[in-house]
C-alpha cells in the first residue's frame, strides 16, 4: 500500500497481489461541469476496469488493473522474465 501524492491529488494504490492493483484516487480538476464514466479493457498494458465521478472540478476514480504488460506481437500478456528491460532513451 502506498500514497502518491500531486499538488492537484492524492492516490492510494494497493498492490500488486498476483498481478493485480486497485488504485483509488481523488484531486482537482480543470474543467468544471459533471462527468461520470467507466471503461474497461481486456487487452493492452495494464488492462481493467476504471470508474470516475467529476464534478464541478472534483473528481473521484477508481481502478482496478493487471499490472503487466501486454505482448502485441504474440496477443498476450509478457510471461515472467520475457519483457525486455528498458535501458533507458537512446539520446541518453
Known amino acids: 500500500m502506498r500514497f502518491i501524492t500531486s499538488k492537484t491529488s492524492l492516490a492510494l494504490v494497493l498492490g500488486p497481489i498476483r498481478n493485480k492493483s486497485l488504485e483509488l484516487e481523488a484531486g482537482v480538476g480543470p474543467d468544471g461541469g459533471v462527468s461520470v464514466g467507466a471503461k474497461f479493457d481486456s487487452r493492452g498494458d495494464h488492462a481493467g476496469v476504471r470508474c470516475w465521478l467529476d464534478v464541478w472540478r472534483v473528481y473521484f476514480g477508481a481502478t482496478l488493473h493487471d499490472t503487466r504488460h501486454w505482448n502485441y506481437e504474440k496477443n498476450r500478456f509478457y510471461e515472467p522474465g520475457e519483457e525486455q ?8
Open 85 to 92: 528491460q528498458f535501458t533507458g532513451y537512446p539520446h541518453e
